[in-house]
C-alpha cells in the first residue's frame, strides 16, 4: 500500500508480505489507511489470496499458513472506505470536509503530523 513495498518468497517457502494486508484488530481500529494506488493494491490482495505458502508473515498481522480470510477482510474495508467516500461526494465537496467525514464516520482523530 506504500511506495516501493516489495515481499519476499524464501527456499522455505515462508512469504514475507511487507504491509500489503493488516489485522482484523487495525483494520477496526483505524478503518482508514494510505493507499497510493488501489487499482494496484486490489490487484496485489488477489495474487496474495491466490498464493500458497508454509507460512504468510505480514507486517501488520500474525504469521499464519493462510492468510485468504485476512485478505478477504482487507479487501472488504478498502470497499467499504471507498463506498463511504463515494456516499460522502455525492455533492461537490473540498477535500477537507471529506476527510473530516470521514474521520468522524469512523470515529477517527488527526493530529498535525498525521495530516501532513
Same mark, same amino acid.
Given at each position: 500500500?506504500?511506495?516501493?513495498?516489495? $515481499?519476499?518468497?524464501? !527456499?522455505? *517457502?515462508?512469504?514475507?508480505?511487507?504491509?500489503?494486508?493488516?489485522?482484523?484488530?487495525?483494520?477496526?481500529? &483505524? #478503518?482508514?489507511? %494510505?493507499?497510493?494506488?488501489? $487499482? /494496484? &493494491?486490489?490487484?496485489?490482495?488477489? =495474487?496474495? +489470496? $491466490? =498464493?500458497? /505458502? #508454509? =507460512? %504468510?508473515? !505480514?507486517?501488520?498481522?500474525?504469521?499464519? #499458513?493462510?492468510?485468504? +480470510?485476512?485478505?478477504?477482510?482487507?479487501?472488504?474495508?478498502?470497499?467499504?472506505?471507498?463506498?463511504? @467516500?463515494?456516499?460522502?461526494?455525492?455533492? !461537490?465537496?473540498?477535500?477537507?470536509? @471529506?476527510?473530516? +467525514?470521514?474521520?468522524? *464516520? &469512523? $470515529?477517527? /482523530? =488527526?493530529?498535525? +503530523?498525521?495530516?501532513?
Amino acid at each position: 500500500h506504500f511506495f516501493d513495498m516489495v $515481499g519476499f518468497r524464501m !527456499p522455505d *517457502g515462508v512469504v514475507f508480505l511487507a504491509d500489503c494486508i493488516s489485522s482484523r484488530e487495525t483494520l477496526d481500529k &483505524y #478503518a482508514v489507511s %494510505f493507499i497510493y494506488d488501489m $487499482g /494496484a &493494491y486490489l490487484e496485489t490482495l488477489d =495474487m496474495v +489470496e $491466490g =498464493m500458497e /505458502a #508454509a =507460512m %504468510f508473515v !505480514p507486517a501488520h498481522a500474525e504469521a499464519s #499458513a493462510d492468510v485468504k +480470510e485476512l485478505v478477504c477482510c482487507n479487501r472488504d474495508k478498502v470497499h467499504e472506505v471507498a463506498e463511504k @467516500i463515494l456516499s460522502i461526494c455525492r455533492e !461537490p465537496i473540498c477535500f477537507e470536509r @471529506i476527510l473530516q +467525514e470521514v474521520f468522524k *464516520g &469512523y $470515529g477517527l /482523530a =488527526m493530529n498535525f +503530523e498525521q495530516y501532513v
